[in-house]
């Protein structure tokens, strides 16, 4: 049973956008924060974006300025807009539902266990 589904990956230039969506069902929504991670095979998981249920947002470092989360809560959609695309984003994008706490400390790198609910993932290709 799909519960956190990702789509809009897609493959881009170099400088380009994309945009990521992910759904997921009412009781997962309304009960966790959201948030985006990427990984590169043989790469470590790098969180990318979250937002809480008031819309507070956190970035990793890598993305500050470039990338944007925002929520639809008629929706029950969550949004990454990515822009100014570089090949180093190449990765599989994957949505979370998780704990705040935890969700957001891990999008700012810190480890605090396990969390939440994974989509499968949506691959986004950057070429120079």
């Known amino acids: 049973q799909v519960q956190v589904k990702e789509s809009g990956g897609g493959s881009v230039q170099s400088g380009g956008s994309l945009r990521l969506s992910c759904t997921t069902s009412?009781?997962?929504?309304?009960?966790?924060?959201m948030g985006w991670f990427r990984q590169v095979p043989g790469n470590e998981r790098e969180g990318v974006a979250g937002?809480?249920?008031?819309?507070?947002?956190t970035y990793g470092n890598s993305v500050k300025g470039r990338f944007t989360i925002s929520r639809d809560n008629r929706k029950r959609t969550v949004y990454l807009q990515m822009n100014s695309l570089k090949p180093e984003d190449s990765a599989t994008y994957y949505c979370?539902?998780?704990?705040?706490?935890?969700?957001?400390?891990?999008?700012?790198?810190?480890?605090?266990?396990?969390?939440?609910?994974w989509g499968q993932g949506t691959q986004v290709t950057v070429s120079s």
């Open positions: 937002i809480d249920d008031d819309g507070s947002t």
């Open positions: 009412e009781d997962i929504y309304s009960r966790h924060c």
């Open positions: 979370v539902a998780g704990t705040c706490r935890v969700l957001l400390a891990a999008v700012r790198g810190q480890n605090l266990g396990s969390f939440g609910y």
